[in-house]
């Protein structure tokens, strides 16, 4: 089993920025595609970004958002910059190995003024 635990999200003015954290644990390996989505309320889950344990990285927004990864510590980060009030979501930590795929709980990203 892995468990996923993200932190870093809260509120923030338009044209800020937040770095989000996840820490995963248990049976979590580099053979892991680590990722993050976001869901907006009444709005579908979506793909924000991905990275596999090699560094290959996927992402929705290649200039605002960057994320990386350390598997020495199996965190995976996101860094978002630019934030606009259209960014506000919760965003979940997503791992996927094979047929096995893991979620967090969330963090809550608010960007408003």
């Known amino acids: 089993q892995v468990q996923l635990v993200e932190s870093g999200g809260g509120l923030v003015q338009p044209g800020g920025s937040l770095r989000l954290s996840c820490e995963a644990s248990g049976n979590i390996h580099s053979g892991y595609i680590m990722g993050w989505y976001r869901q907006a309320p009444g709005k579908q889950r979506e793909f924000v970004a991905s990275i596999t344990g090699d560094g290959v990285i996927s992402s929705a927004d290649y200039v605002r958002f960057t994320i990386s990864r350390d598997n020495a510590k199996n965190t995976v980060y996101l860094q978002m910059n630019s934030l606009k009030p259209e960014d506000t979501a919760v965003y979940l930590c997503?791992?996927?190995?094979?047929?096995?795929?893991?979620w967090g709980q969330g963090t809550q990203v608010t960007v408003s003024s």
């Open positions: 997503n791992a996927k190995y094979t047929f096995y795929t893991h």
